[in-house]
């Protein structure tokens, strides 16, 4: 279990180092420990997934003694963090975020946010991913603000198994009576990308990836239905991607 009075925390995300959800994750975390350190990417790499930069060197900036950042993605940033600039004393939790949307059912895969919190975890240290859902053009970080150190907190005092990440999503707007914590499955949805095809000054088409059209999962405790609903969504993924039911299966196949 990881005392908090005296923990040193990570910080990361994949919005940038100067964007307005790791601002206030840091402010939070700051009520939880003293030793509090920032590395995270100079500028947003929302998307990146797990990808790891090996064609050209990184570069890190001291802003100064406890916030540096990376022109690479959240995975370099925890990765150099974890083994060059906090090698001598590794932090006791990373948290990563808070994530200016959701990472939901297939996001998973994509976000950047997770990646980071994904990253650690494979380096055996704790984490968590934190993300703020919105549907509108304006983002309210409240809710998050309101309802992550609780969170927090109670998850790092559960503890959790090596080899797992958590997953925290807040809703857009609290459920009337205010937002339960659940604990979720990851979701999974019908998804039809929009693909925008469009003419540059030559006459050359090129293309937008736009959003994602989904159909929210029929089962209840489903990420995505949590968050619908108005309540906090709080799932625990494995990196062990095996499927035990084929692999028996194959291990039969091929005696």
Same mark, same amino acid.
């Given at each position: 279990?990881?005392?908090?009075? @005296?923990? $040193?925390? &990570?910080?990361?995300?994949?919005?940038?180092?100067?964007?307005?959800?790791?601002? +206030?994750?840091?402010?939070?975390?700051?009520?939880?420990?003293?030793?509090?350190?920032?590395?995270?990417?100079?500028?947003?790499?929302?998307?990146?997934?797990h990808s790891l930069t090996l064609r050209h060197p990184l570069r890190i900036r001291k802003r100064d003694e406890r916030h540096f950042s990376v022109d690479g993605t959240p995975t370099d940033c925890v990765l150099l963090a974890l083994q060059q600039i906090m090698r001598d004393s590794p932090p006791d939790i990373v948290l990563s975020g808070i994530n200016r949307g959701g @990472?939901?059912?297939?996001?998973?895969? =994509?976000?950047?946010?997770? /990646?980071?919190?994904?990253?650690?975890?494979?380096?055996?240290?704790?984490?968590?991913?934190?993300?703020?859902?919105?549907?509108? @053009?304006?983002?309210?970080?409240? %809710?998050?603000?309101?309802?992550? +150190?609780?969170?927090?907190?109670?998850?790092? #005092?559960?503890?959790?198994? $090596?080899?797992?990440?958590?997953? %925290?999503?807040?809703?857009?707007?609290?459920?009337?009576?205010? /937002?339960?914590?659940? %604990?979720?499955?990851?979701?999974?949805?019908?998804?039809?990308? #929009?693909?925008?095809?469009? &003419?540059?000054?030559?006459?050359?088409? =090129? =293309?937008?990836?736009?959003?994602?059209?989904?159909? &929210?999962?029929?089962?209840? @405790?489903?990420?995505? $239905?949590?968050?619908?609903?108005?309540?906090?969504?709080?799932?625990?993924?494995?990196?062990?991607?095996? #499927? =035990?039911?084929?692999?028996?299966?194959?291990?039969?196949?091929?005696?």
């Open positions: 279990m990881v005392d908090l009075k @005296n923990a $040193r925390i &990570l910080i990361s995300n994949d919005d940038g180092i100067d964007a307005p959800g790791i601002r +206030l994750l840091e402010k939070l975390a700051c009520s939880l420990s003293d030793d509090v350190w920032v590395v995270a990417p100079t500028t947003e790499k929302s998307g990146a997934g @990472n939901l059912g297939e996001d998973v895969t =994509y976000s950047g946010t997770v /990646a980071a919190a994904m990253e650690a975890t494979l380096l055996n240290v704790p984490a968590i991913a934190f993300s703020q859902f919105f549907s509108g @053009n304006l983002i309210d970080w409240s %809710v998050a603000e309101k309802h992550l +150190l609780p969170v927090a907190e109670t998850l790092i #005092h559960t503890t959790w198994p $090596r080899g797992v990440l958590i997953n %925290v999503n807040f809703p857009e707007a609290e459920r009337d009576g205010g /937002a339960r914590i659940e %604990v979720s499955r990851q979701g999974q949805r019908k998804i039809g990308d #929009h693909i925008a095809e469009r &003419l540059d000054p030559r006459g050359e088409p =090129y =293309y937008w990836i736009g959003a994602i059209k989904s159909e &929210l999962p029929k089962d209840e @405790n489903a990420d995505l $239905r949590v968050i619908e609903r108005g309540d906090i969504s709080v799932t625990p993924i494995s990196l062990d991607f095996t #499927h =035990y039911e084929t692999h028996a299966k194959l291990t039969k196949a091929f005696p």
